[in-house]
């Protein structure tokens, strides 16, 4: 069992920048990889980043390169996301997650179903 636990939400004006955080507890020795969705009101829960624990390569969504950054940190066993010059279209509820499995294409990373555990979502509220 691995259990995500997440923190960082909140409200923030348009241009502004927030910070998530996502630990990982329990059985983290078994997780590959760490990716970030979101889902708004009325939408399907979309991909936003990824990033694998040992080679710390990443990969972003085309929606939010050069404004997001995905990180994370060994000792803490935490994962984050940077956000910056946050937009209205960013407001959703952001979920992080784990996958225990290799995928070995970028396209696999951006499926919700390759993901094994899910934090409990928290809520980014971007004000206009």
């Known amino acids: 069992q691995v259990q995500l636990v997440q923190s960082g939400g909140g409200l923030v004006q348009a241009g502004g920048s927030l910070r998530l955080s996502c630990a990982a507890s329990g059985r983290t020795f078994s997780t590959y990889a760490y990716g970030w969705f979101r889902q708004a009101p009325g939408k399907e829960r979309e991909f936003v980043a990824v990033?694998?624990?040992?080679?710390?390569?990443?990969y972003y969504a085309d929606s939010v390169k050069g404004r997001f950054t995905i990180s994370r940190d060994n000792a803490k066993n935490t994962v984050y996301l940077q956000m910056t010059s946050l937009k209205p279209e960013d407001m959703a509820v952001y979920y992080c997650?784990?996958?225990?499995?290799?995928?070995?294409?970028?396209?696999?990373?951006?499926?919700?179903?390759?993901?094994?555990?899910w934090g409990q979502g928290t809520q980014v509220t971007v004000s206009s």
């Open positions: 990033i694998t624990w040992r080679g710390g390569n990443t």
């Open positions: 997650a784990t996958t225990t499995r290799a995928q070995f294409s970028s396209s696999n990373y951006q499926k919700n179903d390759n993901y094994d555990y």
